[in-house]
């Protein structure tokens, strides 16, 4: 996907769904690649998202991949009184680590992640901007497209100074803390089952014992 695209691609569903979250005020979406984190101007707020999943392209050696640690950056002002609000944007690229090369390459997106991406940019909106109750944001690591550590000297995110975590170890971390929890709920059903059994038995054999003796009794009764 080219970088036209994806800009077309995130200002369409930028509009579309603030149309229909704001439609009395006028909102305006801007990529800039030379925002800087924390650098507001004064009434603008910021929203920096550090998870988003992207591919990138290298256009010298055509390696491509896919990162869960895109890094996007939104700075947002909203002038009240003419009801004009304004984004500035800039998602954060990778450097290819195949040919080294010092070019920078775009990241490009499925369109269901920016519309995701866009619905978490418009919860910050409403609580930032207007004040609001935003709802819930949305975290977007439904899938694992890569199984290695993020390289933070090929990520111009890191190079910036923005510390972000890695989805990948994140869920790893969850998968290990979830099988150890399932371990232990194992045990403890076990020991809680065993002992179970041997009061079965213990009972069982005792019912038995009261039998034998009441039959016992009544035998030499009769006898």
Not at 41 to 60: D, I, N, V
């Amino acid at each position: 996907m080219s970088t036209s695209l994806t800009t077309c691609e995130w200002k369409k569903v930028f509009y579309e769904k603030m149309e229909v979250a704001k439609p009395a005020d006028s909102w305006e979406l801007i990529i800039d690649p030379a925002l800087k984190p924390n650098e507001l101007g004064p009434g603008w707020k910021q929203y920096l998202e550090q998870h988003a999943s992207g591919r990138f392209h290298c256009s010298w050696c055509w390696h491509t991949w896919q990162s869960a640690n895109v890094v996007i950056l939104f700075h947002m002002h909203l002038d009240r009184a003419q009801r004009v609000g304004s984004v500035r944007m800039r998602v954060f690229k990778q450097l290819c680590y195949q040919c080294g090369t010092s070019r920078l390459d775009e990241s490009s997106m499925l369109e269901e992640n920016i519309e995701g991406l866009v619905d978490n940019l418009i919860t910050s909106l409403r609580e930032q901007c207007y004040d609001e109750d935003g709802g819930q944001y949305r975290i977007h690591v439904a899938s694992r497209p890569d199984s290695g550590l993020h390289r933070s000297e090929f990520c111009e995110a890191c190079q910036e100074g923005i510390v972000h975590w890695k989805p990948s170890e994140k869920l790893l971390e969850e998968d290990a803390a979830y099988t150890d929890a399932s371990k232990r709920k194992g045990q403890a059903g076990f020991i809680s089952s065993f002992f179970s059994f041997r009061w079965c038995l213990f009972w069982g054999a005792l019912c038995l014992v009261i039998v034998y003796l009441q039959f016992f009794r009544g035998r030499s009764g009769f006898l």
